[in-house]
C-alpha cells in the first residue's frame, strides 16, 4: 500500500487516526469528571486532535518504512 493512494488514507491512517481521538478524549476526560458541563471540552479536543495529528505521522512514518 502506498501513501498516496486512497486505500491508504482511508483504509489505514483516517481510521487509526479517529481511534486514536476516541481514546484520547475518553482517558482525557477520566472517571473523574463531576458532569458534561464540567469537563473542559476545549482542552479535551485539543489534546485529542494532537494525538490524532501523531496518529497519522505515524502511519505516514511506518508505511514509508516498510516500502
Known sequence: M?????????????????KTFAQTAIATIGGG???LL?????????VSAGAAVLSILTSIVTQSRSE
Open 2 to 18: 502506498k501513501i498516496l493512494s486512497i486505500e491508504f488514507w482511508i483504509d489505514y491512517a483516517l481510521e487509526r487516526a479517529i
Open 33 to 35: 469528571s463531576v458532569g
Open 38 to 46: 464540567a469537563i473542559d471540552w476545549a482542552g479535551v479536543f485539543s
